[in-house]
């Protein structure tokens, strides 16, 4: 069994507004409104993969119900602790006539110690039935950000493969805990570095610091794929890749979310103990099929195996770009 965990849950709204304008009156050519956050996200698309997974994390007020209630519509088995505060409501707005999307992302509810105690004690109770937990997302307001750190090294004492997929001082904490992998865009990559990443040398230097500041693997997400230093088995040392979807193989609609679907792509081939390069090829091909979706968390599975064809893996030596043979 899979299990993610959304401390910050929410209602996904997106919205397809042409010639989209600050300060403008619009209506919608087309929207979405679905059970959100990023965990939630790789939950839904694990779901449309096949792979066992439950949802646990944190919903609170009548968005806390929509939330599960959708999961339930979904499929997707659910075991959320209700806390006392609303859940929060994202909107993202996408103009089809220029590709562009802006976000405005709630900063969640209020969450009290004896509820993130709860969820502490439901999640441990979850993971000995698991054999992989995926945290992601951003933290709701009084929750220590030391909580995915925390969590990390409780379900290393499991034998739970953990995967981390967050920001900030967050994302900081939990990499010192020393989590399997991690999944920053590049972004995130670069603020938890400390520097910015001017060329490919860079990006692939990168994901070693990445793993030299406490994770085993690191996964950097792309526009047109990822970065990933990795240990495949049988191999003496990790290996960095450099994985793309092909140029021209496919335009994007909508890139909201895209980033949990590749996360679902991976954490479902990793799962089915695929080998390493097949995984990454897997989860490129998830989120560039996501892309054609408006709404995070969409996949169309028959898609993703023929997009797989249009995915580059090359392996790179760990003196940053000569590619190994």
């Given at each position: 069994m899979i299990v993610t965990v959304t401390l910050n849950t929410a209602i996904d709204k997106t919205l397809s507004v042409p010639n989209f304008r600050?300060?403008?009156?619009h209506r919608t050519v087309e929207q979405t409104t679905m059970p959100g956050g990023k965990g939630v996200n790789v939950a839904r698309v694990l779901k449309t993969l096949g792979a066992p997974v439950i949802a646990t994390g944190l919903a609170g007020g009548a968005t806390g119900t929509r939330i599960v209630d959708q999961?339930?519509?979904?499929?997707?088995?659910?075991?959320?602790?209700?806390?006392?505060?609303?859940?929060?409501?994202?909107?993202?707005?996408?103009?089809?006539?220029?590709?562009?999307?802006?976000?405005?992302?709630?900063?969640?509810?209020?969450?009290t110690p004896q509820e993130i105690e709860l969820f502490v004690d439901k999640l441990l109770y979850?993971?000995?039935?698991?054999?992989?937990?995926?945290?992601?997302?951003?933290?709701?307001?009084?929750?220590?950000?030391?909580?995915?750190?925390?969590?990390i090294r409780e379900l290393r004492k499991l034998n739970v493969t953990t995967i981390v997929d967050t920001d900030g001082d967050p994302l900081r904490r939990?990499?010192?805990?020393?989590?399997?992998?991690?999944?920053?865009?590049?972004l995130e990559a670069e603020e938890l570095v400390g520097h910015e990443?001017?060329?490919?040398?860079?990006?692939?230097?990168?994901?070693?610091?990445?793993?030299?500041?406490?994770?085993?693997?690191?996964?950097?997400?792309m526009p047109d794929g990822c970065f990933a230093r990795m240990h495949p088995p049988h191999e003496a040392d990790p290996v960095i890749y450099r994985v793309r979807v092909r140029g021209g193989a496919i335009e994007p609609r909508a890139t909201?979310?895209?980033?949990d679907?590749?996360?679902?792509?991976?954490?479902?081939a990793r799962y089915q103990s695929k080998p390493v390069e097949e995984a990454l090829a897997f989860a490129v091909a998830?989120?560039?099929?996501?892309?054609?979706?408006?709404?995070?968390?969409?996949?169309?599975?028959?898609?993703v195996q023929r997009l797989l064809g249009e995915v580059d893996v090359e392996r790179m030596s760990a003196t940053h770009n000569d590619a190994l043979t």
């Open positions: 600050l300060g403008r009156r999961l339930t519509q979904l499929s997707v088995l659910s075991d959320f602790v209700r806390i006392g505060e609303e859940s929060r409501t994202n909107t993202a707005v996408i103009d089809p006539t220029t590709g562009e999307q802006t976000e405005i992302n709630e900063k969640g509810p209020k969450v979850l993971a000995k039935g698991a054999s992989l937990c995926v945290f992601a997302g951003s933290l709701p307001r009084e929750v220590d950000t030391d909580i995915y750190a925390f969590l939990a990499v010192r805990a020393e989590p399997d992998v991690v999944s920053p865009n590049i990443f001017n060329d490919d040398e860079d990006r692939t230097y990168a994901v070693k610091e990445v793993c030299d500041m406490g994770a085993r693997e690191a996964l950097m997400t909201v979310g895209s980033g679907a590749f996360l679902a792509g991976y954490v479902a998830c989120g560039a099929e996501s892309t054609q979706h408006l709404g995070a968390g969409l996949v169309d599975p028959d898609r």
